[in-house]
C-alpha cells in the first residue's frame, strides 16, 4: 500500500498553524467590520466561461478545470449550446464535446464582479464588501507559491470619491498595526501620473512598457532602467524626462510638488497628482497617531496597469526579505465585463500566506495561539471523575478553556500529555481536594502548586 499523500502545491495546517492564521483573519474580519465592509462568499467553482479571458493568456492556463460529471446525461440541446457560446469565446468554430463547464476560482476579483451584476437590483451602492476565502491556480509549486491559496480582499463598487482610496490606507495601516509587523511602507502612485509619463516622453502608446522598465528601479538601479527603455523604444530626451522624476525625492508633498512642476503639460498626469494629494489629505484626517506603518509616494510602483486606472497601492515590509504582502488600486470598469457599464470600484488584498510568513519569522504572534484549552483537569478515576466533570462544567461555563483528560490513566501518562499540549495550567481534583470542595491548580511553567476554592481558581483563571 502507498503512503498517504496531499496534491502537489497544496498544503495541511496542524492545530498550531491554524490558530495563528485564524489570529490574522479574526484580525482583519473585526478591522473590515469597524469599516462596515460587509462579508461576502461566492462558490468554490464558477461557469468556467465566467473566468475564461478575463485574466490573460497566461492566466487563462492556470485555471483549475473540473471535468463534467453526467455528460452522457445532458440533452443534445444543451451540448449544442455550449459548443456555440465556446465557439463565441474563442472567436473560431467549436465543435468538440464540453468535456467541462465549469472551474475553481481563479481569484476574489471576477467572482466578485459577477456576483454584483447579478444582484445589481438588490444592493445598496456603494457596496462595501470583504472576502476572505481559498482560490485555485495550476501554478508550478515552489517556495510562497501555491496551487490552493487563501486571499483576503477589501472592496468598495458604486463610488469614485478619494474616501474610499483613504479609507483603505488606513485599514492597511491599522492591520499592520495590530498584527505588530514593523517597518511597514504602504506605497501609493497613480496609474495616470505613469500615463502622464509617457506623454511627457511623447510616446504614450508605450506607457507599459515605460512602466515595467520603471518597476525594476530597487533591482537594477537606474542604470539598468535606462538601458531598458532604450531598448523598448523610447529616445534619449524622453529618459532625460524620466530620470527628472526618478530624481524627485523628499516627503510626500515635496514629491508631488515637484512633479507638478515637471509634468506641467500633461493633464492626465496633472490629474493623477491631484487624486494622490487629496487621498492624502482625507487620509490624515482619518489615521490615527499611533499607526506606524508609513504611506508614501513611490513613482515607480507599477502593479498590472491593464487592470487599475487610478491609485495604486503595494505594501511592503523592510522587517525580513519578502516581496509586497498587499496590494490593489482604482478600477473604473470591472463589471463591464458582463454588461454593467460605468461602475467604479476600488481594492485591497492581504497576502495571507506571506503576511504568516512574516509573522513567523519575526517570532511575532501571540503565545497564547499556541494550544487551545489553557487547563487540563487529570482524571483520578472514580468519585473523583465525577467531581472532576463538576468542576470542567463550571470552569466552561465561566468562559475558561478547559479538558479533562478522557481515562483514568496513570499519573505520569497524563502530564505528559498536558506538557505536549502545551497547557499553562494542571488541575488536580483528588480525594483531599473532593472532600473539601476545593482544587490544586500547578502552574506547568512555574511548577507552582496550590489549593484553591473553586471561584477563586475561576477567577484565577479567567486573568491568564
Known sequence: MSKPSIPQGTRDFSPEEVRKRQYIFNTLRNIFETYSYQPLETPAMENLLTLTGKYGEEGDRLIFKILNNGLHEKKEEDKGRLNEEWGKVLSKAYSSPVVTERA?????????????????????????????????????????????????????????????????????????????????????????????IAELCGTPELMMDITIA?????????????????????????ITQIQKVTDVNGNNEEKLMALEAIMDSSATGLQGIAELRQTLAYRSELAEEQWEAKVEVDISLARGLNYYTGVIVEVTTGAVQMGSI??????????????????SGVGVSFGIDRIYDVMEELQIFPEHLATGASVMLVNFGGANEQYALHLLKALRSEGVAAELYPDAAKFDKQMKYANKRGVAYVLLPGDEEREKNMISVKNFTTGKQEMLALPECINMLKTV
Not at 491556480?137 to 496551487?147: M, S, V
Not at 530597487?218 to 535606462?226: E, N, P, Y
Not at 490593489?328 to 460605468?342: A, E, I, P, V
Request: aromatic share 12%; net charge positive.
Open 104 to 196: 475553481l476560482r481563479y481569484d476574489l476579483t471576477i467572482p466578485f464582479a459577477r456576483y454584483v451584476v447579478m444582484h445589481q437590483n438588490e444592493l445598496a451602492f456603494p457596496f462595501r464588501r470583504y472576502q476572505m476565502q481559498p482560490v485555485w491556480r495550476a501554478d508550478r509549486p515552489q517556495k510562497g507559491r501555491y496551487r490552493e491559496f487563501w486571499q483576503c480582499d477589501a472592496d468598495v463598487v458604486g463610488s469614485t470619491s478619494l474616501i474610499n482610496e483613504a479609507e483603505l490606507l488606513c485599514i492597511y495601516q491599522s492591520a499592520f498595526h495590530q498584527l505588530g509587523i514593523p517597518n511597514v511602507s504602504v506605497k501609493i502612485n497613480s496609474r495616470k501620473l505613469l500615463a502622464g
Open 214 to 238: 520603471l518597476d525594476k528601479l530597487d533591482k537594477i538601479g537606474w542604470d539598468g532602467v535606462a538601458k531598458e527603455l532604450q531598448q523598448r523604444g523610447i529616445n534619449d530626451a524622453g
Open 326 to 343: 498587499g496590494g490593489g488600486g482604482r478600477y473604473d470598469d470591472l463589471t463591464g465585463l458582463f454588461g454593467l457599464k460605468n461602475l
